[in-house]
């Protein structure tokens, strides 16, 4: 995923067991330039289990590597860390974390601290799966610690970075969101930049800007990665 397509690349996903994440591996799989794949996980489960119903369907999953991880000690694993990109897709919800320090944890301390390790590790590449309104400035505390996590990322120092901005995500959760459920529903009421989005179309938005091994910080807008195929 560099310029000139560097064959043997190793890419490590982390939120592997997500939306979006999944869909990541997906993808990655089934790229020959890719080869070798290291998904964090927090539960013990093979790399079928990862790839979901197409599992059987996919060509490649052996060259997958799964670390079950205890992101409080990440420190002590900073082997897992030597890879060429990250594709970072973390996250939690409030609700889920249980209050405002877990979730800034969860979102913003642990993806920080595996992108220091993977950029000490000689890392060229980071991905990141953000949200749309993401600003340090925000008066919303989950867009503030998006934009804040984008500006520390920023200052690491990357070859590359793209960034998704993504509205809701639709796809199959195994959680039911019923607030998150209706306003699927109700996306094509909302404006262009705030229209849901497949969890698909923000992996490959990310993959692909990946490739494509510009130099520098890239932003995919709501409406950009809804435009993916």
């Known amino acids: 995923m560099a310029s000139g397509r560097i064959q043997g690349e190793r890419v490590l996903v982390v939120g592997a067991t997500g939306l979006v994440g999944q869909q990541a591996l997906r993808k990655l799989v089934a ?8 998904a964090l996980v927090r539960r013990p489960c093979t790399p079928r ?6 599992a059987e369907h996919t060509v490649g999953f052996d060259k997958m590597r799964v670390y079950v991880t205890d992101f409080e000690r990440l420190a002590e694993r900073s082997s897992w860390f030597d890879v060429d990109t990250v594709f970072c897709a973390l996250g939690t919800t409030i609700r889920q974390a249980g209050s405002r320090a877990a979730f800034r944890r969860v979102d913003f301390d642990y993806p920080l601290q595996i992108a220091q390790m ?6 060229r590449r980071f991905l990141l799966v953000s949200a749309v309104g993401a600003s340090a400035r925000s008066r919303v505390f989950y867009n503030r ?6 500006d520390a990322i920023r200052g690491l120092g990357f070859e590359h970075v793209s960034v998704a901005q993504p509205s809701l995500l639709a796809g199959e959760r195994a959680e039911v969101r019923l607030g998150e459920r209706l306003a699927l529903k109700l996306g094509f009421l909302m404006p262009q930049p705030y229209k849901p989005v497949g969890v698909a179309q923000v992996a490959t938005g990310l993959l692909q800007s990946g490739r494509q091994g510009r130099i520098g910080w890239h932003v995919l807008s ?4 809804r435009g993916m195929r």
């Open 31 to 38: 790229d020959p330039a890719v080869a070798e794949i290291r």
């Open 49 to 54: 289990q990862l790839l979901g119903g197409d």
């Open 118 to 123: 993977a950029k000490a590790r000689g890392a």
């Open 145 to 150: 610690v998006k934009g804040e996590l984008e």
């Open 222 to 225: 709501n409406t950009a990665l």
